[in-house]
């Protein structure tokens, strides 16, 4: 990338038009849309690996510094100026040296996330800056001058935070690793959510144009529990209970994330039900705690044979068919 100040176009520059890939009765606004496709296309920050496309930028720039500027696209048309803007038939100008007589002028490459600019002022409230703020998202402020483009940010880095569930509900602290090679420690709030996104301002790429370095985003991931399944703040659990406690109820004990605790488990209840603890899933911190979800499994003895003959006779004498209503 040119370094500000430098020159372009010492050799000799292409029709604006030609450049552009338009007619010349082409619209103020067809110009426009054809210079900010091309310089969306080879702008440097978005090829840092293809040293070609700065000069298409480059060139793009300078026939949208005649086309885009009604007075000059003007004398261009009528054969005043050349491509480069310099008066046809003056001899010995020099782009970038001093006096530039005759209107000429030279570009400047400015690294503060604008594009090239005439030098020496006079642009008629002309800037193609102004397209590249609405292009990548340069800030700008309005001074007594020239409107002054903020540099562009580094880039943002992705990584993963891997943590337990009991690290998920107490909080802490834990370590990533960054594609930048650094290693952090971040801090991770109580309760936080599978999936959640914690952004580290500042901790990304650095700014290749002297901007403010971009922020590491961290998703966290809740690493997989013996028996609890995470969905959002809440928990879910498969809870095996005997023949007998599915039959005749009672209390059962239920593990949660502070100890167990006691479930009344109604008469009759088939395998397959769900129950709810309220507040029992993740803390919620200034929102409501998740709550625990427990569906039931009926589980058989290992030794069978003092049921079977008691299934026998209920075969025979109390013989019902739970499928009926899937007929």
Sequence with gaps: ????????????????????????????????????????????????????????????????EILGDEKKRGQFDRGE???????RGFEGFHPGGGGRPGGGFHYEFHQDGGG?????????????GDIFADLFGFGGKRGGGPQQHA?????????????????????GKTRVFLPTGRTL???????????????????????????????A????????????????????LDLP???????LGGKVNVPTLGGAVELNLPPGSNGGKT???????LPGGKEADGDLYVTLRIVLPANVDDLSDLMRRWEKDKRYDPRDGLR
Aim: net charge positive; no cysteine.
């Design 185 to 215: 420690e971040v801090n991770i709030p109580a309760g936080i959510e599978d999936g959640k996104q914690i952004r580290l301002k500042g901790q990304g790429q650095p700014s290749q144009m002297g901007g403010e370095a971009g922020d």
């Design 241 to 247: 209970i005997t023949l007998y406690e599915a039959v």
């Design 1 to 64: 990338m040119p370094r500000a100040g430098a020159t372009i176009g010492l050799r000799e520059m292409r029709d604006p038009y030609t450049v552009l890939g338009l007619g010349k009765s082409a619209s103020a606004a067809d110009i426009k849309k054809a210079f900010r496709k091309l310089a969306k296309a080879y702008h440097p920050d978005q090829n840092k690996s293809d040293p070609k496309a700065k000069e298409k930028f480059a060139e793009a720039n300078q026939a949208y």
């Design 275 to 281: 129950l709810r603890l309220r507040g029992k899933g």
């Design 81 to 87: 100026i050349d491509a480069e803007g310099k008066p």
């Design 217 to 236: 985003l961290i998703t966290v991931r809740i690493a997989k529990h013996p028996f609890f399944k995470v969905e959002g703040r809440d928990l879910r």
């Design 116 to 128: 090239p600019f005439p030098g020496g002022g006079g642009r008629a409230g002309f800037d193609p």
């Design 151 to 171: 540099r562009p940010r580094g880039e943002d880095v992705v990584a993963t935070a891997n943590i337990s569930l009991n690290e998920a509900v107490k909080g």
